[in-house]
């Protein structure tokens, strides 16, 4: 069951790489690759595609907040805690109520 369900998120994530060469500034293409990543456990591949969403957003504090949890999750907590507080001054009102432990 497990395989058959990863088999999806490969699928899954097969197509959302191709749509930013199609179409670069699908943003939300990037968003939905990163959803089959760290369904298939591949936190590196998401932390890139994070990334990449903020070259071309530097803005975009979902991402920017996504990314740091993502390094936490990857034992990276100084550089976590930079991302972190870079998505807090993107929009602290917003950021803070993400950035809340719960």
């Given amino acids: 069951m497990v ?6 998120h490969a699928d899954a994530a097969d197509l959302f790489r191709s749509v930013p060469t199609a179409a670069p500034d699908a943003t939300d293409a990037h968003f939905h690759l990163v959803g089959a990543q760290m369904a298939m456990g591949e ?5 890139q595609s994070y ?3 903020l070259r071309r957003q ?7 907040t996504n990314r740091g949890y993502i390094l936490k999750k990857l034992g990276r907590y100084e550089e976590a ?22």
């Fill in 3 to 8: 395989l058959q369900e990863q088999g999806v």
């Fill in 51 to 53: 990334q990449e969403v």
């Fill in 43 to 47: 936190l590196e591949s998401a932390l």
């Fill in 81 to 102: 805690e930079r991302a972190l507080r870079s998505a807090l001054d993107l929009n602290p009102p917003k950021a803070i109520i993400t950035l809340v432990p719960y």
């Fill in 58 to 64: 530097p803005n975009n504090l979902d991402a920017a």
